[in-house]
């Protein structure tokens, strides 16, 4: 049976529901039809030639209720909070502007499906002129659930112009032993004039790497003139877990920039799949990924960079550094450069490489056994992403937030 | 404490050891002095046991609990845990790893495997401090990370606080005095003058005599063409300080 198909009886039981504005039965259906003429990804699509997807078209999934919540440190009257449904009845219009935008940002199966199964997740709204100066936390996660399920929740941020946020997302994938779970959350977000946004992107400590939970998580962000992004992102486990970010400088004077960090073990594969697209000029962007990998365990890590025509001064950079310790370990390092402009200043590096046998044994000469000195080498080799972050503040909530940023972990 | 026997060594298949002999007690500072390309380093990173070198003939026995046991069929790790130490001609740099954090985990390391007590953070900051005062060495070494961003006088003066902080019953400190001025000379060997007792060893390898200006030693080799060619006590190392090591060789 074709996976797709599964997801039949799903679209038409969801379509039958009546209490829900007719806008979204308008959304959802040409996106079904989309999703199933188009299908999920095989090799042959280059964004997902790494990620072989077969396992979980092979499992059975009924679509489960998002464990979803989003919550402010403190309360912030600048900020609001809406379940998507309730936001889909009261703030239409900041929905559909939000959504039109983020598809035009990136597209795939999986956010054709997230289309078409419209309704759980938040619309997070942050009024003009606001600096949250608390954090807001978005969590996903599939925990303890009975039986084989999959969640395809949305979260919407908006920051109106001149806003400060900081936003933790974390997934967390945990089904009972032996069923099958897919947790794929899509969050769009988008960044009026002068807005900037914290973002980390994490995964809770208590996630273990179990044989069949899939994480395919995505991430779209439009950022209009002089916004700024800064990402961080660490990953580790579940068995397959796919990370993709998609950002677009559409503004003038934009600024991204991203770091992010892998350790993968066991059997574990995780993707990242970055995609900045330079719509405008004078837009900055920056990508530092470093990847471990032990084991069996695969990392990917494909970033592209795209600068669209007749753009001036447009200034992209693109690092990857990997380390490879298991024996059958793997790590697939892909950059791609697209430049249709001619002012431009672009970069890029990537590496792959194994721990140099004088610093193993250096830490060796000191009593140090050689399985402990690896994994001190190669947490070191990971943190250097961190103590790369200069824009302080951000850093002190890496350090606090996300796990690869603890001493230690 | 040590007893190599007719040691004969290779890197890449070509022979740098061509039999060496030597013993050394519990107590004593030995020298071993030579030319560029006479052996002295591959010595030292045999004994620690780099992976790099293959012992083609002989033995190199050590002390443990009393007993003579063959020291080539220990790991690295396990001969530093058995109170082995070399210090690096070429201490490696290690981004991203404090130097604190590396010393708690070599002393814990080396606690555990003699059935001692790990010290926590707070527990091994007291320690480390202590260690510091007596050999003279500023507190923030200890934030630094490991050798990155370190001059050479500092390099060196960091391999001597981790001898400190882990009290090997063998150092082997090779060309610990290479690249030093007067000044680091002097404290590198203060400090290894410090960390001197009856109840430990040390093979001191270098190329100059004026590191044994502030060491002295009680016995002096003179390594050439990967064998030792002479033996005597401090008046030899004078010797090649006067005529060279042409008039020896």
Redesign the interface.
């Known amino acids: 049976m074709a996976p797709e198909s599964d997801f039949i009886t799903a679209f038409e039981s969801l379509n039958k529901t009546t209490n829900l504005p007719l806008w979204i039965a308008a959304h959802r259906l040409p996106a079904q039809k989309a999703f199933l003429a188009k299908g999920f990804p095989t090799l042959k699509d280059e964004e997902w030639k790494y990620t072989n997807l077969k396992d979980i078209g092979t499992s059975k999934f009924s679509l489960g209720n998002t464990q979803g919540n989003a919550h402010l440190d403190v309360s912030d009257p600048n900020i609001t909070i809406d379940p998507l449904e309730k936001a889909c009845l009261e703030k239409e219009t900041l929905v559909q502007f939000a959504i039109k935008l983020s598809s035009q940002v990136a597209q795939n199966a999986f956010s054709l499906l997230n289309d078409a199964l419209l309704g759980e997740g938040f619309l997070v709204h942050v009024k003009k002129g606001a600096k949250v100066g608390n954090t807001l936390h978005l969590t996903h996660k599939i925990a303890q659930a009975p039986q084989a399920s999959a969640i395809f929740p949305r979260n919407i941020v908006i920051l109106e112009e001149g806003t400060e946020l900081c936003l933790v997302e974390t997934e967390e994938c945990s089904p009972t032993e032996g069923e099958t779970a897919l947790l794929s959350p899509l969050t769009d977000i988008i960044l009026h004039e002068n807005a900037t946004l914290m973002y980390i992107k994490t995964f809770p400590s208590s996630q273990e790497s179990t044989t069949s939970s899939f994480v395919i998580s995505h991430t779209r962000c439009h950022l209009g003139k002089n916004a700024r992004l800064l990402g961080f992102v660490d990953r580790a486990g579940p068995k397959l877990s796919r990370e993709g970010l998609s950002v677009m400088l559409g503004g003038n004077g934009s600024e991204v920039r991203l770091w992010g960090l892998f350790h993968t073990r066991g059997n574990e594969h995780l993707d990242y799949n970055v995609n900045v697209e330079h719509a405008a000029s004078f837009t900055v962007s920056r990508q530092f990924f470093k990847g471990v990998a032990e084991d069996n365990s695969r990392g990917v890590f494909c970033g592209k960079i795209r600068v669209g025509h007749g753009l001036h001064k447009v200034d992209a950079r693109q690092l990857t550094k990997n380390l490879i310790l298991g024996p059958t370990a793997e790590i697939d390092a892909k950059p791609h450069l697209e430049i249709n402009s001619d002012d431009v200043k672009c970069t890029h590096g990537s590496a792959i490489g194994k721990l140099?046998?004088?610093?193993v044994?250096?830490?060796?000469?000191?009593?140090?056994?050689?399985q402990?000195?690896e994994s001190?080498?190669s947490?070191?080799?990971?943190?250097?992403v961190i103590?790369a972050i200069k824009e302080k503040r951000f850093q002190e909530n890496v350090r606090k937030h996300a796990r690869g940023g603890k001493?230690g972990s | 404490m040590l007893e190599i026997l007719d040691l004969h060594a290779s890197v890449n298949e070509t022979p740098i050891l061509k039999g060496v002999d030597l013993t050394v007690k519990e107590g004593e500072l030995h020298a071993i002095m030579g030319p560029n390309g006479s052996g002295k380093s591959t010595l030292s990173k045999i004994i620690?046991?780099?992976?790099?070198f293959r012992v083609t003939k002989g033995s190199v026995k050590y002390e443990v609990n009393f007993k003579m046991k063959d020291l080539l069929a220990l790991?690295?790790?396990e001969?530093?845990?058995e109170g082995i130490?070399?210090a690096?001609q070429y201490?490696?740099e290690?981004?991203?790893?404090s130097n604190f954090?590396?010393l708690r985990?070599?002393f814990n390391?080396?606690a555990a495997?003699q059935g001692g007590e790990e010290m926590d953070v707070m527990e091994f900051n007291d320690f480390v401090h202590e260690k510091l005062r007596s050999i003279g060495i500023d507190e923030e070494f200890l934030s630094r990370q490991l050798n990155v961003e370190f001059s050479g006088g500092e390099k060196k003066r960091n391999e001597i606080l981790?001898m400190a902080v882990?009290s090997p019953r063998l150092a082997i400190l090779d060309e610990t005095d290479s690249g030093l001025d007067v000044d680091s000379l002097r404290e590198v060997a203060a400090g290894i003058n410090k960390l001197r007792s009856p109840q430990n060893a040390m093979i001191l390898i270098t190329h100059y005599q004026r590191i044994l200006n502030y060491i002295v030693p009680d016995k002096v080799h003179i390594l050439s063409g990967g064998k030792i060619i002479r033996s005597g006590d401090y008046e030899l190392a004078k010797e090649v300080e006067e005529k060279g090591y042409e008039h020896i060789i």
């Not at chain 1, 044994?361 to 050689?370: N, V």
Request: hydrophobic share 40%.
């Open positions: 140099r046998d004088e610093e044994f250096y830490l060796q000469t000191r009593g140090i056994g050689r402990k000195a001190i080498l947490k070191a080799f990971t943190r250097e103590l001493d | 620690a046991g780099h992976p790099s790991s690295p790790d001969r530093a845990r130490f070399l690096f201490p490696v290690v981004p991203g790893v954090e590396f985990a070599a390391a080396a495997h981790q882990l």
